[in-house]
């Protein structure tokens, strides 16, 4: 299994501290949903993981990785923003993304855009918000790299999108291989996927180690926990 642990993670923007003193430790999730209310730190928090901006103190490990670079390598991280060549075609940014990871799955990714009916020959350019977001999914699935961070790709699809990104992340967790930690606020539709929940809050973060676990001793939803612990 995959293992991401942050011990004592402190993160400061300026004078303003974003994350004071965060510890986790994930071993034997596929599929964990990061909660918090909107400015928590979701997205700091994934991005420092990534690799992607520095932290102040504390220690993040993605498999034992600990530098950025490492981390960068471990790990890939897909939000709404735009971290590719607009004005390729979706063909050939999936051959660019084969040259610069020899091990990115090109067959894959060809097929899943198929399948979701994304349009091989345009350019990225053409596409909806929403097919981009899906897009940037099917690239960072095709990688192969074990741990993949999400950053609420879910809100403004529609329900025929959504759909097609919850297949398309079932089909990477039925990878046993890979850990996702999607931060999102689409509770019920990540909910049957979950293994596992993180909660930001004000007061530091909580874990859900085993949600039907909690849901079998709450007789609650994801939706009611978060409601209780994370004053949505
Ligand atoms: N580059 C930055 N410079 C200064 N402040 C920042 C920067 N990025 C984020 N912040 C601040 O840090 C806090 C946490 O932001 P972050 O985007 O991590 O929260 P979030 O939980 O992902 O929010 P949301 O649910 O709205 O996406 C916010 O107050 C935000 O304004």
């Known amino acids: 299994m ?7 993670v402190k993160k400061r923007y300026g004078k303003k501290a974003v994350l004071a003193d965060i510890s986790v ?4 999730h596929r599929f964990v949903v990061l909660l918090g209310e909107n400015g928590i730190g979701k997205t700091t928090l994934l991005k420092l993981c990534a690799g992607l901006i520095p932290y102040d103190s504390g220690e993040v490990l993605l498999n034992g990785a600990r530098t950025r670079q490492a981390r960068a390598q471990t790990s890939v991280y ?6 590719m060549d607009p004005f390729l075609t979706l063909k050939k940014a999936i051959e660019v993304h084969k040259r610069m990871e ?6 894959q990714a060809i097929e899943w855009c198929n399948q979701l009916a994304l349009p091989l020959a345009e350019k990225v350019t053409t596409l909806s918000t929403g097919q981009r977001h899906l897009f940037s999914l ?3 699935a095709a990688s192969s790299r074990p741990i993949i961070f999400i950053d609420e790709l879910l809100a403004n699809l529609d329900s025929a999108k959504k759909e097609a990104m919850i297949a398309l ?5 039925t990878d046993q291989s890979r850990l996702v930690v999607m931060a ?13 929940a993180v909660f930001l809050h004000e007061d530091g973060i909580e874990i859900i180690e085993d949600i039907e676990t909690w849901r079998q001793q709450h007789g609650a939803s994801l939706k009611a926990l978060f409601s209780k612990v994370g004053r949505s």
């Open 78 to 83: 897909v939000s709404d923003e735009v971290n």
């Open 102 to 107: 020899p091990s990115f799955d090109q067959d």
């Open 25 to 28: 430790v994930l071993k034997k």
């Open 138 to 140: 099917v690239l960072a």
């Open 184 to 196: 999102s606020h689409a509770y019920e539709e990540v909910e049957l996927l979950a293994d596992g």
């Open 2 to 8: 995959n293992t991401m642990i942050l011990n004592g």
């Open 169 to 173: 992340l079932t089909d990477v967790v």
